[in-house]
């Protein structure tokens, strides 16, 4: 079946520094892979995606590689500020129907 | 932008009583869908609608849930009769094409609480 696992929160950093959050996934077949950013008192927006195997998707200066041959798409940023501070949710699209699946989130804070 | 909306941002409800969530979505897309987060935990596909059918529903949406475009624009969520398991914030979402590869576009949620 199809499941998203992202690594455990909270996530504490200092302003500048680098971030990663893990994620990994299972799937049948080929799906499209999103990271999903939560802020606080707002709703899921959509911070970058890859369709297939070895895109990069990156926006606001995150950035995340599909590696298939890990099962991965782990998000980074290499110099993050206090605004980022939010939940970040993996996620990956059926690729033989409508849902997406979500990991748990992953919370992060930035102090200055 | 167009974004996705959902009305109202917050209900509260007694145990046993209906409820409606209601969605607009993007005006050119296709593709609609609730999703649910119980607080702490993953955010939960619940229904798909395109074509004024479902096309997916999950174990979660039993008889006590359904969907409705009532006019061209709005898409909402009923549930029947609230049960205290049933409190959450909601999701709605849109996509204009196929879902397997196309951006969902999610609204800000209704956070639902059944006393």
């Known amino acids: 079946g199809n499941s998203v696992t992202q690594m455990e929160g909270p996530v504490t950093l200092s302003e500048e520094a680098f971030l990663t959050i893990n994620c990994t996934y299972t799937?049948?077949?080929?799906?499209?892979l999103f990271w999903y950013v939560q802020y606080p008192g707002e709703g899921l927006q959509l911070l970058l995606k890859?369709?297939?195997?070895?895109d990069k998707g990156s926006n606001k200066g995150f950035e995340a590689t599909y590696r298939k041959e890990t099962t991965s798409f782990h998000l980074e940023k290499g110099s993050v500020q206090v605004s980022d501070s939010a939940v970040y949710f993996c996620?990956?699209?059926?690729?033989?129907?409508?849902?997406?699946?979500f990991g748990t989130g992953t919370s992060l804070t930035v102090i200055p | 932008e167009p974004e996705v909306t959902q009305t109202p941002s917050h209900q509260v409800t007694q145990m046993g009583q209906e409820v409606i969530l209601r969605c607009v979505p993007i005006?050119?897309?296709?593709?609609f869908y609730w999703y649910r987060q119980i607080l702490g935990q993953k955010v939960e596909f619940l229904v798909s609608?395109?074509?004024?059918?479902?096309?997916?529903k999950s174990e979660i949406f039993d008889d006590q849930f359904s969907v409705e475009r009532p006019d061209g624009s709005n898409f909402t969520l009923k549930i029947r009769s609230t049960k205290l398991e049933d409190s959450a914030m909601y999701f709605c979402?849109?996509?204009?094409?196929?879902?397997?590869?196309?951006?969902?576009?999610f609204g800000p949620g209704t956070r639902l609480t059944v006393l």
């Open positions: 979402a849109s996509s204009e094409l196929v879902p397997s590869t196309d951006t969902q576009y």
């Open positions: 799937a049948t077949g080929y799906p499209s």
């Open positions: 890859a369709t297939k195997a070895d």
């Open positions: 996620a990956l699209s059926d690729p033989n129907g409508n849902q997406f699946y």
């Open positions: 005006s050119n897309h296709l593709y």
């Open positions: 609608f395109y074509n004024n059918e479902i096309s997916e």
